[in-house]
């Protein structure tokens, strides 16, 4: 199911031809780096995997979700859309690519498609995301649309993480 699109990319729910990028964009030490997290297990990824197959616009408006990301002229999924929900219950994006789709400006065209279907559609009154400081790129994209709210220590992943969140009101002056 098509969960939206912009310009170059949809987003969607994953199929099973989609498991061999799925597990990609969960073990990549390129990629695994930059969150940073540990590789996932081959049963955590068909665990994963198989919960995040054919969910439907109400699963967004309620529980943690990953949709896949695709080009529009391209039927392999590039990356994952995150629809997550943070430790303080509040709504939360996240996103990943393939090591071969960085620096072509995906992830601030899917984080800005993220941001409207929060709030336009899900009617969301405030979206976060946390990111690692050290991802450099991701910093860049978050500080293009949300607002720097808090550093932290990530104990889980061990790294010095930022909170950034937008509320609707902004989303809308913008």
């Not at 080009?71 to 509040?90: C, Q, R, T, V, Y």
């Not at 899900?122 to 690692?132: C, G, H, I, R």
């Amino acid at each position: 199911m098509k969960i939206f699109e912009t310009e170059r990319l949809i987003v969607k729910s994953l199929e099973s031809a989609d498991k061999k990028h799925f597990a990609e964009l969960l073990t990549d030490p390129k990629i695994l780096e930059q969150i940073p997290q540990i590789a996932f297990t081959e049963s955590q990824i068909i665990d994963r995997f198989n919960k995040s197959l054919h969910i439907d616009l109400s699963d967004l408006k309620k529980q943690k979700c990953v949709c896949g990301i695709f080009e529009k002229d391209n039927p392999e999924m590039i990356g994952l859309a995150l629809f997550l929900i943070n430790e303080e219950n509040e709504k939360e994006l996240g996103y990943r690519f393939r090591v071969e789709y960085w620096g072509k400006g995906y992830g601030t065209e899917a984080t800005k498609g993220m941001l409207e279907f929060y709030f336009n559609v899900l009617n969301t009154d405030k979206v976060t995301a946390d990111v690692n400081i050290a991802n450099v790129a991701s910093v860049k994209i978050l500080d293009k649309f949300m607002l720097p709210v808090r550093d932290f220590f990530n104990e889980r992943d061990n790294c010095n993480d930022r909170r950034y969140e937008l509320e609707r009101t902004n989303w809308l002056q913008q």
